[in-house]
Each structure stands twice: as C-alpha cells, then as structure tokens.
C-alpha cells in the first residue's frame, strides 16, 4: 500500500541482462539498497567485509549476500529479489547466465514481462551485449530500458552516451527491439538510480525508479479474453460438468462460450457446487472451477473455452516455435513426440528446423545443414502435429503459449509458441474439412477448387457453385 493507502497496481516481473563485466550486480545492489529492500544482516556482512580489506564498500557484493542468503546452500537456476516503490511491487529475475534463464522462461519457473539492458559507457557494445539482446528478442520481450553504466568511469560525457544509444539502437532494431527509453547512470555513485544526477544536466529524462514506474505492466488477467482450458468433464447423477482453471478472463452464468479448436458455441448455465458456501455466478482467472452448459457437446480434456465475441485462441496442426531441447537424445527431424501445451497432448513431429542457435554462445548456425537439435540448443522450427488443436502466441498469453515435448516418458524440450503457420500445400485443416463434409451432394460428385493451398471454392457435379467460403472462416 501507498502512503495514502490506495491500492497499489499489479507487480511487475523484470529480467537484468549484460555482460558479465558491465555492472549488472552494482545496479542491482544500488537499486536494492537505495528502496530499502535489503535485509539488514546482508548490509552489515558487507560493510565488515569492507571494513576488514580496507577497501570501498561495493553495492555488487550487496547482491552477492542477499542471495546467498537467499539460497542457503540450495543451488537454484534463478534469483527472485523482490523491491517496492509507491506504486506497485517488482521481482528482478536474475539468472547466473543468458541460458539458465532461458530454461527458466521457457519452462515457466520464470516470466519477465520487461528487461533492463546494462552496457559499459566506457566500453561500449560488446559481443555479450548483443547476445543478450538476441535472447531478448527470442522471448518476444519488447519493453526494454537500455542503462548506459559506469558514466562515472566516462567521464560522464554526452558524446559517449550518444555512441551507446546509436551503436545498441541500431543494432536492436534489426532484431525488432526498440528500447523505451536510454538511461545514462552509475550503479556505483548511484547516479539517475533513485534520483536525478547533478553530474549529467543534459540527460533530461527520469532516473531508473521513475522510469520503472512508468512501464505499464501487462494487461490484468481478469481483464483479458477469456481463457479456460479443460481440464476433464465430469459426469454426475444428469449433470456433465466441464472442469478447469480459468488462466484469463472471468465468466458468468448467462454468458455465451465458444469452445475451440472446434468452435461450437452454447451458454453457461451454472457454476456447480457440493456446499452453499461455494455458490456463486461467476469466477475470475486463477479459479479452479467447474461449469455446466447448455447443449451436450462432446466436450473433451484439452479444448480451451473463450467468451463468444472475444478475441478466440489459434487453432491448427502446424505451429512456429522457439524451442530449447534439454533431452539426452538429440531431438531429429520428423521424429514423433509428445506435445502437452496447456492440458492438450498431442503427437508433433519437428517438419523443419529454421534457426539453431548455440544457447551458450547465442551464435546462431546454418540451419539447412543441420538434422538435429543437441542438448542446450535453441532452435526456431515448425512443428507438425497429428491433431488440430487451440494455442496462443507466448507473448499474448503464457499460460497457452508455452509447451513441452516428451520423448518417451521424459520430459525432453520446452517451448513457447511464436505463430501458426497455414496448412502445408495439398492439406487441409480440420475446420476445412468439416466445411467440405457438411457440403457433400446426396448425388454426383463434389469439386474442390484449390489455388496455392487454400480452397478458393466448391462446386458440385450439377455446377451449383458455393461462394462465401472465406465467410465461412475457413
């Protein structure tokens, strides 16, 4: 709560990227120490640390016992440290290296929503910069602030700021990143950290805290598309009910649904209950909850529920993802796996690999070489799967975005969905061949007129011509 006491916005989850020597730790101890978010056993271990040497207290050290007190001697993959201003709380996501926290993202142990850059004003752009920055870009991460640090050992000069924000922002834009905002500071000084610094009059923006402040977090997830993936349908006395965690969105008694991948549409009747306690009408994202509908649809585990109206998830059987493969056996193309996204499974095979990309070195290689994906690779390919089924891009929606593959029984890769990509020439989707069937003449013959994949229209052997097929959605 504020000091007035008004509600504070949601939180905010933030990534710090950079190369290993530009300061990271230092603006992250600085940003820590300066909002009184550490404990004060870590501030007094370092300043005795300090006092003993006989050296400068350093705010990276601030970050080194704050999580080494946090871990206790538990190795852990990412650090979650968590500071408040007045208007919402903050947890920065802070990985040992770029691929520890790709894992992380990916297999949803971590979910930045924005990024700090750190770039060395003295130094400039290095190599580490710009793989971080295509990790960025990996992830679909768009609000992005690049710091500009060390302007102390720079001098603190414009020219020198100037060149980082020309070299990174040409650099970004080519991954389709452009940064909100370049922020000149010194994580050691604590310059345009907190406050404004006296020693850069012509930088005219806000300091690091009042920019964060200024990012507007995600939409709120009761505010968005209904998303309600079904977990089962139960059977009870006469009732069916169809069971599942509402992931966004909210739902009431009354309100129309469409079920996808297939689309059909019915209304919620009621939200059972086993005491009077739990009556209620609607529910919000993050319930677990159950509904009971009007019309006896065979519904199944896996479809996802959407308000008619909103904005509906994808549907297809040929997804482009970003994959990170983790499996023993390298992943080969046109293998069969298992995909579990959501509560769907559902066998995919890899149809082609697009990008590889060396997750320690973020250097990417020649894919049309390359048959398989090695363990800690990251690759963007197009994944092929035997069944048509709902999904979202990652960046929209998480919960419905991101998936795994199973090889055998072990779990093998992690993944997040970038798009949907059209049928394959000379295939159909399930949607479109539901269209067809549902035109086929009692007599004659039916004709399917393709161009360049799609149906352009049908005609039946009595040259009665069916036009409005792209109406129909398909």
Not at 158 to 181: C, N, R, S, W
């Amino acid at each position: 709560m504020g000091k007035t006491g008004e509600q504070k916005e949601a939180g905010l989850n933030i990534v710090v990227v950079g190369h290993v020597d530009h300061g990271k730790s230092t603006v992250i101890g600085r940003l820590l120490y300066d909002t009184d978010s550490l404990p004060q056993g870590a501030i007094d271990k370092v300043e005795k640390i300090a006092h003993d040497t006989g050296k400068a207290f350093e705010y990276a050290y601030l970050l080194d016992a704050f999580e080494e007190e946090q871990q206790q001697g538990i190795t852990i993959d990412t650090t979650r440290i968590q500071f408040s201003t007045q208007k919402r709380d903050y947890v920065i996501i802070d990985a040992p290296g770029h691929k520890e926290f790709l894992k992380n993202m990916i297999s949803g142990a971590a979910g930045a929503e924005a990024a700090l850059l750190i770039v060395d004003g003295k130094q400039g752009v290095q190599e580490q910069s710009r793989r971080h920055a295509y990790m960025l870009s990996l992830l679909g991460i768009k609000k992005v602030y690049v710091l500009v640090n060390k302007m102390d050992l720079a001098d603190y000069a414009e020219t020198a700021f100037v060149k980082i924000k020309h070299d990174m922002g040409a650099f970004l834009a080519e991954l389709g990143i452009y940064p909100l905002k370049y922020i000149p500071v010194s994580g050691l000084q604590g310059d345009n950290i907190a406050s404004k610094s006296a020693q850069m009059p012509w930088y005219q923006g806000e300091p690091l805290l009042e920019a964060l402040d200024l990012l507007e977090g995600e939409q709120a997830a009761v505010d968005r598309a209904l998303r309600l993936p079904i977990q089962d349908v139960y059977k009870f006395d006469s009732r069916r009910i169809i069971a599942g965690r509402i992931e966004a969105g909210q739902l009431a008694v009354g309100d129309e649904i469409a079920i996808y991948p297939g689309g059909r549409k019915t209304k919620v009747v009621a939200f059972p209950y086993w005491q009077a306690k739990d009556q209620c009408t609607q529910a919000f994202a993050g319930a677990s909850t159950g509904i009971q509908v009007a019309d006896e649809f065979f519904n199944q585990r896996g479809e996802i529920i959407t308000r008619a109206g909103d904005t509906p998830p994808l549907t297809g059987k040929r997804l482009r993802v970003s994959l990170f493969w983790l499996g023993k056996k390298p992943l080969q193309l046109n293998r069969r796996y298992k995909l579990k996204l959501g509560t769907q499974e559902v066998e995919a095979q890899v149809e082609s690999i697009e990008k590889l990309i060396d997750a320690s070195s973020l250097d990417q290689r020649a894919a049309d070489t390359v048959k398989e994906i090695r363990l800690n690779d990251v690759a963007e390919v197009i994944l092929k799967l035997k069944e048509e089924i709902a999904f979202d891009r990652f960046q929209d929606y998480q919960a419905t975005g991101r998936f795994v593959l199973v090889d055998g029984y072990d779990v093998a890769g992690g993944g997040i969905v970038l798009a949907a990509e059209k049928e394959a020439h000379g295939e159909f989707s399930q949607k479109a061949m539901r269209y067809i069937m549902n035109h086929l003449p009692q007599n004659g013959e039916l004709i399917v007129v393709v161009k360049d994949g799609e149906i352009v229209r049908l005609e039946r052997t009595e040259r009665e011509v069916f036009s409005g097929i792209d109406g129909e959605g398909i």
